[in-house]
Each structure stands twice: as C-alpha cells, then as structure tokens.
C-alpha cells in the first residue's frame, strides 16, 4: 500500500510518501505566496523521487495551517495527531512531542501509540515560534543558521523580559548600546522561546521520552535551552521538519503505533 502524507505549514510544505510503511520519498519546498503551485511542485518532486504516479498513491492525508489548501487530498488530520503519529514511529518510547514550527508551537502528551492524551499550542504569539528566531537574527545581524552555535559560546546569562517579537527587537537595541557580546544576546534569545515553549508543556505535563520536531528542531541553541528549561535531554528525529507530514502518510495508511 502506498500513501502519502502532505504537511501544509506556513513556511514550507512537506512531503511523505509510504510504500508498506516505508519512507520511499520525501520533498520540501518554500510555501510562498502560491501556495497551491507551490505543494504541486512539492508531491511532483516526491513521486518523481519515488518512481510513481498519482495514480499509484492509495490515499493521501493533508494537515498543517493550510491543510485545505493542499491541490488534492482524501482527508485532513489534525497536525498534533499527525506529530504524535509521526514520533511515535520514530520513537515508539516517547511520551510527549514538541513541534515548534514558523509560527506556532505545540505541546502534545501522548501514549505508546501516539495517541494524544493532552495537548496545548502557543499561537497567539510569535515569541514561542520560530518567527521570533529570524527576528531576532535579523536584529543582531546574524545569519539565522550561525545563531544557534553562536548561542552556545555564551558566557553569562542575559535576561529578555519583552514577551512579544516588537518589544524584544527593542530590548536587542538596548543590549547593543549596552556592549553586551553577541553570543550573549544570542542565548538570551533561545531561552526566551524556550521559557514560552517549556511554559506550554509543563501546563499538560510531560515525561521522558520527550522528541522536538518542527524545523526550529535543527536550532542547537534552542535545543540546548530547552534541554536546560526541562531538565532533560529531548530527542531530535534525524530529520525533524518531516515527522508531521510523515504522520499524515501513516495516518493514511492506517497506522496505529507498534506495528
């Protein structure tokens, strides 16, 4: 059986195609503002990886912020069951799933099969999503993909109290008449997401095997907060954008955990 799960974000759409609950093909491209144009250039890409046609796919499930928008689908599922599913795969021993994506993150408890017993999303606010990252990047004058490493040779702790994106870019100003080193500020920055981001969880609870998917995932600085905030390590999947459009596929396929 071959299925295929389509993660609609609102940055990047994601692809998953399953052949007997194997990953046979996968592709990501930038959503912009076509974004229909767009998710047919991202399934063309993955079947043409995969060998396939649309012919060849059994089902396909749709989710993420702009789930209905995808150029065809036979259902939508939410994205935190698509997470969960997604993890549990991965992981068969996580508890609780991280997502933090462009401009949400979620907090998901969940059983051995990834079925969702609790969950909580930070949406009101660009603060707790990788939003507030590029932001922020933008404010220091470091290239997004060398903040988080920056972030790491940290010498002291900075406070952030702004709690929202317009307030901390002012807050960086300050900083910066201040003298204060960019790796600080930058440190600063991801233990501000991760006080938002860990503030979510610890509402629904959590326990190990805690897994952080979502593209902010590859963001060792934020990683490394998180980590600190929580008091455990968390689990970053291989390739951790994928894992709710991989939940989707599974979900098309039926799948419900340990088989």
């Avoid at 912020?65 to 065809?72: D, H, L, R, S, V």
């Avoid at 996580?94 to 462009?102: E, H, M």
């Avoid at 190990?208 to 934020?222: E, I, P, T, Y």
Wanted: glycine share 10%; with cysteine.
């Amino acid at each position: 059986m071959i299925t295929m799960g389509i993660d609609m974000g609102a940055k990047t759409i994601k692809v998953v195609i399953l052949k007997d609950n194997q990953v046979i093909a996968r592709s990501i491209v930038t959503a912009g503002f076509e974004v229909e144009k767009m998710a047919k250039e991202a399934i063309d890409k993955a079947l043409n990886e995969a060998g396939i046609t649309r012919d060849d796919i059994s089902k396909t499930v749709s989710t993420g912020a702009g789930e209905k928008q995808a150029p065809f689908y036979d259902e939508t599922r939410s994205m935190v069951g698509c997470d969960s599913l997604g993890a549990a795969y991965l992981h068969p021993s996580v508890r609780c799933v991280i997502d933090v994506g462009a401009e949400e993150g979620r907090g998901m408890r969940c059983d051995e099969t990834g079925k969702i017993l609790d969950f909580e999303v930070n949406e009101k606010c660009a603060a707790g999503a990788g939003a507030f990252t590029e932001a922020m990047s933008r404010a220091l004058e470091v290239p997004l993909e060398e903040l988080g490493p920056l972030s790491l040779k940290a010498t002291e702790d900075v406070p952030m109290n702004a709690q929202c994106t317009v307030f901390a870019e002012s807050e960086v100003v300050t900083m910066v008449h201040n003298n204060v080193p960019k790796e600080n500020m930058a440190k600063a920055v991801h233990d501000a997401m991760s006080s938002r981001i860990t503030s979510m969880v610890r509402k629904i609870g959590f326990e190990k095997d805690v897994v952080l998917v979502g593209g902010v995932a590859k963001n060792v600085g934020f990683v490394s907060s998180l980590n600190s905030d929580l008091g455990l390590e968390v689990i970053v999947p291989d390739e951790p954008e994928f894992v709710g459009a991989l939940g989707a596929a599974l979900a098309a396929a039926g799948w419900k955990g340990g088989a």
